[in-house]
């Protein structure tokens, strides 16, 4: 079945750093592709999201382009805040079926 | 968008008792889930809510267990029956008009002890 691997956290940083969690994943057909953020305490909230091949979804200085060739949907920002401290979690749709999720990656940003 | 309202955000409960979480939505939507996201991990779907009819479950959830009931378009309930220390998490109700968008209430975090 689909399936989502993301690389393993913690990850930490210091604030103005730069930003990659790696999402890939196997699906079949064309899946759409959403990064999900969970601030501690609190539910899961759309991140950003991209529907086709070569889309790049973006909200809030988070990017994430959407990888056919290599499957992959990896998320990004050029520089991180503290308050960007959360867990972090990427998620596939394909039509008629429900969200697969990703494990989770917890960012840890040090001021 | 849609605004998902979850009650109660936290609870203590004794083993052996029954937890009903609510879910309500600001507004109608088509779909409605439960899932469920165990310390440190990630989220497993419980189950579709249907409303009006039989919810949807996913394989290793039974209705036995986790009775849900839709009875409107934005309104539903999740009892987590007869509870095991197993049964602590944070239990998530998520919506949206149609199965490509998911908003998700804030959680219900659930000890038992």
């Known amino acids: 079945g689909d399936s989502v691997t993301q690389m393993e956290g913690p990850v930490t940083l210091s604030e103005e750093a730069f930003l990659t969690i790696n999402c890939t994943y196997t699906?079949?057909?064309?899946?759409?592709l959403f990064w999900y953020v969970q601030y501690p305490g609190e539910g899961l909230q759309l991140l950003l999201k991209?529907?086709?091949?070569?889309d790049k979804g973006s909200n809030k200085g988070f990017e994430a382009t959407y990888r056919k060739e290599t499957t992959s949907f990896h998320l990004e920002k050029g520089s991180v805040q503290v308050s960007d401290s959360a867990v972090y979690f990427c998620?596939?749709?394909?039509?008629?079926?429900?969200?697969?999720f990703g494990p989770g990656t917890r960012l840890s940003v040090l001021p | 968008s849609a605004v998902i309202s979850q009650k109660p955000s936290r609870d203590i409960c004794q083993r052996g008792t029954s937890l009903t979480i609510q879910c309500q939505v600001d507004?109608?939507?088509?779909?409605m889930f439960w899932y469920r996201q165990q310390p440190g991990q990630s989220l497993t779907l419980i189950a579709t809510?249907?409303?009006?009819?039989?919810?949807?479950?996913e394989s290793g959830f039974v209705i036995d267990k986790f009775p849900i009931s839709r009875p409107n378009l934005t309104f539903s309930t999740l009892t987590v029956s007869n509870m095991s220390p197993e049964d602590s998490s944070i239990y998530l109700c998520?919506?949206?008009?149609?199965?490509?968008?998911?908003?998700f209430g804030q959680g219900t975090r659930l000890t038992v002890v």
């Open positions: 998620a596939l749709l394909n039509y008629g079926q429900n969200f697969v």
């Open positions: 699906a079949t057909g064309y899946p759409s």
């Open positions: 991209a529907t086709k091949a070569d």
């Open positions: 507004s109608q939507v088509t779909m």
């Open positions: 809510a249907n409303q009006g009819s039989e919810a949807t479950y």
């Open positions: 998520s919506g949206g008009q149609s199965n490509t968008e998911a908003f």
